[in-house]
């Protein structure tokens, strides 16, 4: 460590000893002639000249001290006006000095030649010798560069290159997963009771009150269901006589409250138990909503040629009234555009094989990676028939792709649970089937290197390195080994 220390302080010492610098002293006796010509106090009477002359020479006080001071300058380009001692008094002359010099010496003969001044104090000033030209290779890996300043101007940018470089490291798998591993599992392993519980829980709702299911979609970790699960308990004990309407339902802890498109009930985590209580009261009232449903989708199909009307896997949940509203605006829209204009004449008789995914007025307009017609509820018809007229094998595409990549996937997924050993493996929404493929191929392409890493694992893919409270080890479907 010494010696690499000793070794480092020895190069920067003959790289910054390259050139030398003039002292403060000599560069005011040389700067003098210039001073005398510019100074604002000659142009008392004529204050535009006398203001330019005083704000250049600010900036070119800050310049010469950067310079003495080792420090690196960006070019700069400054005005200054002098009396011209041949003509008429008030007449001037504007000059423009550019200085981009890294060398204070090269920067005063720069400001004393562009005012035709005379430099010979500044040559009868000897210059340094010149130093040996030879390489001067350094094995930076060798070298603790810890004490090293990024703002050095020699070694600075070494600094930052490594500092890049052991970030770039530490976010490749196997060294990420060499560091995280333990504390995976001993997140895991400690939460192992909360699931039991948790998992305990959902049947004694779902026996009890007859429900198909118990869902949890909501973002929060495990902690928070068990704690939804025990309110609901309560909620239950305590108004027994209107529980009956969940007989054959799902009951899902969600961002909101109220019934979604499929029927499912609906509970807000974050929201009071007096709430839930309302929805459950109620939830006839919704399913009469509900129920209308399937007739203004059938609408949709109809006058847009026999599309199918569908939801995407990962829709944002939407609930019954606003779909309902959603779906009237949508068919309004293109009632019109086909009773002023009529669909294109290269359009299919039926659009049967496609399928039209309604969404809300600010939803995306796009083709699902499953070859759905995502449209806002918002679309004008004629942008609406032009988006499908563009897209039409492209969906038709993506459709094909779809059906076969979700086997692939299913086979990869189950492959890497087994031979892994994992305890679980999942995917973010935003992970489609084709890089879920590329991620699970590549994990089993690099076993040999990562096997004793991912064993025990409950592991998800996603876009991002992560270790969550509850154990699960999140990494990018891109990562790299």
Not at 9 to 17: A, D, I, P, S, Y
Not at 195 to 223: F, P, S
Request: aromatic share 10%; proline share 5%.
């Amino acid at each position: 460590m010494l010696q690499s220390l000793r070794h480092y302080g020895e190069v920067h010492q003959k790289l910054v000893t390259c050139v030398r610098h003039l002292t403060t002293t000599e560069v005011s006796t040389a700067l003098r002639p210039f001073y005398f010509n510019v100074h604002p106090d000659l142009f008392g009477q004529y204050p535009s000249q006398r203001a330019i002359n005083e704000n250049s020479l600010k900036q070119l006080s800050s310049i010469m001290e950067m310079l003495q001071a080792k420090r690196w300058i960006k070019p700069a380009s400054l005005q200054f006006y002098l009396r011209d001692k041949k003509c008429e008094e008030g007449t001037f002359r504007l000059i423009k000095i550019y200085i981009s010099e890294r060398d204070i010496r090269e920067a005063v003969l720069t400001i004393l030649r562009a005012c035709d001044l005379p430099t010979e104090y500044v040559d009868k000033i000897p210059k340094p010798p010149e130093p040996k030209k030879e390489t001067v290779r350094i094995n930076t890996n060798n070298i603790d560069f810890s004490k090293v300043n990024e703002n050095d101007p020699i070694f600075g940018p070494i600094v930052m290159r490594q500092k890049i470089n052991e970030a770039k490291e530490a976010l490749k798998l196997k060294n990420w997963l060499v560091k995280n591993y333990q504390s995976a599992l001993e997140k895991l392993e400690a939460n192992r009771p909360l699931r039991e519980e948790v998992d305990r829980l959902r049947k004694k709702i779902a026996q009890q009150w007859k429900l198909t299911d118990v869902r949890w979609d909501c973002g929060w970790n495990v902690t928070h269901f068990r704690g939804c699960l025990q309110s609901f308990m309560s909620l239950a004990e305590q108004h027994p006589e209107v529980m009956h309407v969940l007989k054959d339902r799902t009951l899902v802890f969600a961002p909101f409250t109220g019934i979604s498109l499929e029927g499912h009930i609906m509970l807000n985590s974050g929201e009071v138990r007096h709430n839930w209580l309302d929805l459950i009261k109620n939830v006839r009232s919704h399913d009469k909503i509900l129920f209308r449903i399937p007739g203004f989708e059938k609408s949709v199909s109809q006058v847009l040629r026999g599309i199918k009307v569908g939801r995407r896997k990962f829709m944002p949940k939407v609930l019954a009234g606003e779909y309902e509203r959603n779906l009237q605006q949508i068919t309004t829209s293109l009632s019109d555009y086909r009773g002023r204009r009529g669909f294109p004449k290269q359009w299919p008789q039926s659009l049967e094989e496609f399928e039209i995914v309604v969404e809300t007025e600010a939803g995306p307009l796009m083709v699902s990676p499953t070859g759905q017609f995502i449209v806002p509820s918002s679309l004008p018809g004629f942008l609406l028939v032009n988006f499908i007229t563009t897209n039409l094998e492209h969906a038709k595409e993506k459709m094909t792709e779809y059906k076969n990549n979700k086997y692939i996937e299913r086979s990869l997924q189950k492959q890497c649970m087994d031979e892994f050993k994992l305890f679980n493996l999942g995917k973010d929404d935003n992970v489609t089937p084709d890089l879920m493929i590329k991620c699970c191929e590549r994990l089993l392409e690099k076993k040999i290197d990562i096997e004793q890493y991912l064993s025990g694992i409950h592991l998800n893919v996603a876009t991002y390195y992560s270790v969550l409270s509850d154990g699960v080890v999140c990494i990018p479907w891109n990562w790299k080994l």
